[in-house]
């Protein structure tokens, strides 16, 4: 479990940091849709890139560990479904979205569950006696 659980983390980390930067980068343009969104839109996908970038780099530390931290593999868990619960509210009070957000809501959405579920039986693999 504690291979998998690495392995998961360090993918999700370096995903979010290329996500994050290519918001950085490409501001309205990485946004489906949205590359004539005006300055502000611009500023806010440039900053929320940025703080996705710290998120994945969040992901890498975690990754790192030598055992991966299943606390912080729930918190970061916690706030990727976070995401995916925001998605939902949007849709509810706005309708539907591009169909790639959609995707990245199930995502989003079904990815936090893996996580937990790998943090805990890493957790009990860590607890059991060697040679058990």
Request: charged fraction near 10%; charge should be neutral; proline fraction near 6%.
């Amino acid at each position: 479990m504690s291979r998998a659980l690495r392995m998961f983390a360090w993918a999700t980390g370096v995903a979010c940091v290329a996500i994050g930067l290519f918001h950085v980068i490409a501001g309205n343009a990485a946004i489906p849709g949205e590359s004539d969104a005006g300055p502000t839109i611009d500023s806010l996908g440039r900053f929320f890139g940025a703080i996705f970038t710290g998120y994945g780099l969040a992901w890498l530390w975690a990754a790192r560990q030598h055992p991966v931290p299943a606390h912080a593999v729930r918190w970061l868990a916690a706030v990727f479904l976070l995401g995916g619960v925001g998605r939902l509210l949007s849709l509810a009070a706005h309708g539907w979205p591009d169909a790639f957000q959609v995707v990245l809501a199930a995502i989003e959405l079904a990815l936090p569950p893996i996580w937990f579920w790998l943090a805990a039986a890493d957790e009990r693999t860590a607890r059991q006696p060697a040679g058990s």
